[in-house]
């Protein structure tokens, strides 16, 4: 248990729809990365959270957005869903922002499947 | 920029043989080198990371990889294969960057463990 954890762990939802997907990092983490993962993409970078501010964005299409609360837990949301947008997604957390070495710990991912 | 590169997508071995997973990366800056290990249905987790000084990282179950700097490789080995073992292994790179800690995975190698 890397101390991630992550809501709904499935959901399925239908073209055009928006969903929400939530993210609580690990005690004392104040950064928190979302990535995408599907078959043919691999593990894509979405976006960066330290501390309640957006640090850096990655492949990250302008349907979606996030934001990280006081409380240091994150959501991530997918609004016009697309059949692409079929994928798992997963949220990691580290101590520190700018700091190389630090390891990300992952949560176990949403599986979003639009039909 | 930085890129990783995984050579195989699926490598099979078979049980108590050798496992060897190829990573190669290219980073401007001196780099630190992650693998990460996925299995089914789970999120990411460490195996081992490379930062400063020893070349010869070892890490959990058994794993080790080995810095080259020469060769800008990080390849990944377990000297016998356990069917445990089967999982999706991934190299990944990073660096600080405009005070964010970048990171870029390589494509996953899915690793089949033959009894």
């Known amino acids: 248990d890397s101390g991630v954890t992550q809501t709904p762990k499935h959901l399925i939802t239908a073209t055009g729809q928006r969903v929400t997907l939530r993210c609580s990092p690990r005690?004392?983490?104040?950064?928190v990365y979302w990535y995408q993962q599907s078959l043919d993409q691999g593990l894509q970078f979405l976006i960066q959270y330290y501390n309640g501010e957006e640090r850096a964005k990655g492949n990250i299409l302008e349907r979606f957005s996030a934001q990280q609360f006081p409380d240091l837990h994150s959501e991530l949301n997918l609004s016009s869903l697309e059949l692409g947008d079929s994928a798992l997604y997963f949220c990691?957390?580290?101590?520190?922002?700018?700091?190389?070495?630090?390891?990300?710990?992952f949560g176990p991912g949403t599986r979003l499947t639009v039909l | 920029a930085q890129s990783v590169t995984q050579l195989g997508s699926h490598v099979s071995v078979s049980e108590g043989a050798l496992v060897l997973l190829r990573c190669n990366y290219s980073?401007?800056?001196?780099?630190?080198l992650f693998w990460y290990v996925q299995y089914p249905n789970q999120g990411l987790q460490l195996l081992l990371k490379y930062t400063t000084g020893a070349t010869l990282v070892k890490g959990i179950n058994g794993f080790e990889a080995e810095f080259k700097k020469s060769e800008t490789s990080f390849h990944l080995t377990k000297p016998s294969a356990h069917m445990s073992d089967a999982a999706e292994y991934f190299c990944a790179v990073t660096s600080s960057s405009g005070g964010y800690q970048k990171v870029t995975f390589g494509i996953g190698t899915k690793l089949q463990v033959i009894p």
């Open positions: 990691a957390s580290s101590v520190t922002s700018g700091v190389s070495y630090n390891e990300q710990f």
């Open positions: 005690s004392g983490d104040l950064s």
């Open positions: 980073s401007s800056v001196p780099p630190y």
